[in-house]
């Protein structure tokens, strides 16, 4: 990409699209297009077309989504397949008619079954059922990924799609009803440190295994893979299975990842995990053999991460409020 060039970051003001825009911000882009919901409703098609039209970005990075943990996916399922799949439809297909020179979709890893061999490459797809606390969003995302492989084959668009793990970091999701494990325990702790609470409740039996990704890395490999040429790019996928897995290839259990975040928040209390709630899938580790085989591989371990992100919200004054 030149620096010059025109760049749609569709999601700009979530996790990953916030990260991607100050990535962009790093390197000198400046031609930076950013719509928020109230001004540009990704759902409505016609505001969407005529947005493309208007604007005819060169790049597109579709990072716009409704996301939400397991809570969130339980209780509103409907809005979370819906939401997607119409954000995703309307956002490829105005592209293709306004000639994007390429595409950048963003998914999640929840793609694969729940009962996968570990860790799962990019060929577990669509080899068995999905984990069902999450089936409604899982299924947009696939549609996605086949969205942008449909048009690439038929209209020989060039659209590609990145499969993150779950991300962590600066701008992340507080709202106890909706938000993931990382930035809900990161509240919780934070909370009870203040009112010098003695515990802290930890959904689940804290058995089980997760991979975290910290977002600056997820916005750096998403530009990887933007940028990559197409030959190193096409020989390295396939026409109907080319998304690309991110993430760190290690996974820790949120027993070890909450104990982490306790030393790293300060909070002296005790853990009580609440098995009566779910756990979701056992274990989510991902192969990333695909991304390293290209040349990129993540550079913010856990620990780091967790800080970084605590940091960052003590001097936003965030969680206090």
């Given at each position: 990409?030149?620096?010059?060039?025109?760049?749609?970051?569709?999601?700009?003001?979530?996790?990953?699209?916030?990260?991607?825009?100050?990535?962009l911000k790093l390197r000198g882009f400046t031609n930076l297009i950013m719509r928020t919901?109230?001004?540009?409703?990704?759902?409505?098609?016609?505001?969407?077309?005529?947005?493309?039209?208007?604007?005819?970005?060169?790049?597109?990075?579709?990072?716009?989504?409704?996301?939400?943990?397991?809570?969130?996916?339980?209780?509103?399922?409907?809005?979370?397949?819906?939401?997607?799949?119409?954000?995703?439809?309307?956002?490829?297909?105005?592209?293709?008619?306004?000639?994007?020179?390429?595409?950048?979709?963003?998914?999640?890893?929840?793609?694969?079954?729940?009962?996968?061999?570990?860790?799962?490459?990019?060929?577990?797809?669509?080899?068995?059922?999905?984990?069902?606390?999450?089936?409604?969003y899982a299924v947009a995302k696939i549609a996605g990924i086949k969205l942008c492989e449909?048009?690439?084959?038929?209209?020989?668009?060039?659209?590609?799609?990145?499969?993150?793990?779950?991300?962590?970091?600066?701008?992340?999701?507080?709202?106890?009803?909706?938000?993931?494990?990382?930035?809900?325990?990161?509240?919780?702790?934070?909370?009870?440190?203040?009112?010098?609470?003695?515990?802290?409740?930890?959904?689940?039996?804290?058995?089980?295994?997760?991979?975290?990704?910290?977002?600056?890395?997820?916005?750096?490999?998403?530009?990887?893979?933007?940028?990559?040429?197409?030959?190193?790019?096409?020989?390295?996928?396939?026409?109907?299975?080319?998304?690309?897995?991110?993430?760190?290839?290690?996974?820790?259990?949120?027993?070890?990842?909450?104990?982490?975040?306790?030393?790293?928040?300060?909070?002296?209390?005790?853990?009580?995990?609440?098995?009566?709630?779910?756990?979701?899938?056992?274990?989510?580790?991902?192969?990333?053999?695909?991304?390293?085989?290209?040349?990129?591989?993540?550079?913010?371990?856990?620990?780091?991460?967790?800080?970084?992100?605590?940091?960052?919200?003590?001097?936003?004054?965030?969680?206090?409020?």
């Amino acid at each position: 990409m030149n620096l010059n060039d025109k760049i749609y970051i569709a999601g700009h003001r979530g996790l990953v699209g916030s990260a991607i825009v100050r990535q962009l911000k790093l390197r000198g882009f400046t031609n930076l297009i950013m719509r928020t919901h109230k001004e540009l409703d990704l759902t409505n098609q016609a505001k969407v077309q005529n947005f493309f039209i208007q604007e005819k970005p060169d790049y597109v990075i579709l990072a716009a989504a409704k996301v939400g943990g397991i809570h969130a996916n339980n209780t509103y399922p409907a809005d979370f397949i819906y939401q997607n799949m119409m954000i995703e439809v309307n956002v490829i297909n105005s592209a293709y008619e306004n000639k994007v020179k390429r595409l950048l979709f963003l998914g999640s890893t929840c793609i694969y079954p729940k009962i996968a061999k570990q860790p799962m490459s990019e060929d577990a797809l669509l080899t068995d059922l999905l984990e069902p606390t999450n089936e409604p969003y899982a299924v947009a995302k696939i549609a996605g990924i086949k969205l942008c492989e449909s048009y690439n084959r038929q209209h020989g668009t060039d659209f590609r799609s990145a499969m993150p793990t779950n991300l962590y970091g600066i701008n992340d999701n507080f709202h106890p009803d909706d938000s993931h494990v990382i930035p809900a325990l990161m509240q919780r702790f934070h909370k009870a440190k203040v009112n010098n609470d003695p515990e802290v409740v930890v959904w689940g039996t804290g058995n089980a295994l997760r991979e975290f990704l910290f977002v600056d890395d997820m916005a750096k490999a998403s530009l990887f893979i933007l940028e990559l040429d197409e030959d190193t790019y096409q020989g390295n996928v396939q026409p109907m299975l080319s998304h690309i897995n991110v993430g760190t290839g290690k996974d820790v259990t949120i027993r070890d990842m909450a104990q982490m975040l306790k030393q790293v928040i300060g909070f002296k209390g005790r853990l009580i995990f609440d098995t009566k709630k779910p756990d979701g899938a056992l274990r989510k580790l991902i192969d990333t053999s695909r991304l390293s085989n290209m040349g990129w591989k993540y550079s913010v371990d856990l620990k780091e991460g967790l800080k970084k992100t605590y940091d960052w919200y003590l001097k936003e004054d965030r969680l206090s409020k």
